[in-house]
């Protein structure tokens, strides 16, 4: 199970950091991603991180402005937002991907969390 958190009402230019706890299984076996559907879009890719957190995957739009990071021992990865634009505004998914796949395609994932909204005010 994915508990995503954090979400929330950031203006522009803010900042937000979300988290996604995982429970149940062995948090390290995962390698863990984070996307984002907006209102009438498809779910994109946000970020991603391999099981030891060593290896990183942003879409060229994002790099730079959005962190990906685990911690294994809490069995939680984040993503710390900054320079928050309003086209950031969208429900925000944290993923798992059994085989460590670190990419942008959303099938690769099997478990996924419920969702948090971020919302940026222009």
């Known amino acids: 199970q994915l508990q995503a958190s954090g979400g929330g009402l950031a203006q522009a230019g803010g900042s937000l950091r979300l988290s996604c706890v995982a429970s149940?299984?062995?948090?390290?076996?995962?390698?863990m991603g984070w996307f984002r559907q907006a209102p009438g879009k498809e779910r994109e890719i946000v970020a991603c991180i391999s099981r030891s957190g060593g290896n990183t995957y942003y879409p060229a739009s994002l790099k730079g402005r959005f962190t990906i990071s685990r911690d294994n021992a809490k069995n939680t990865v984040y993503l710390q937002m900054s320079s928050l634009k309003f086209e950031d505004t969208a429900v925000y998914y944290c993923?798992?991907?059994?085989?460590?796949?670190?990419?942008?395609?959303?099938?690769?994932?099997?478990?996924w969390g419920q969702g948090t909204q971020v919302t940026v005010s222009s």
């Open positions: 993923a798992a991907s059994v085989l460590g796949y670190v990419g942008p395609l959303s099938s690769s994932y099997e478990y």
């Open positions: 149940g299984r062995t948090f390290s076996n995962y390698a």
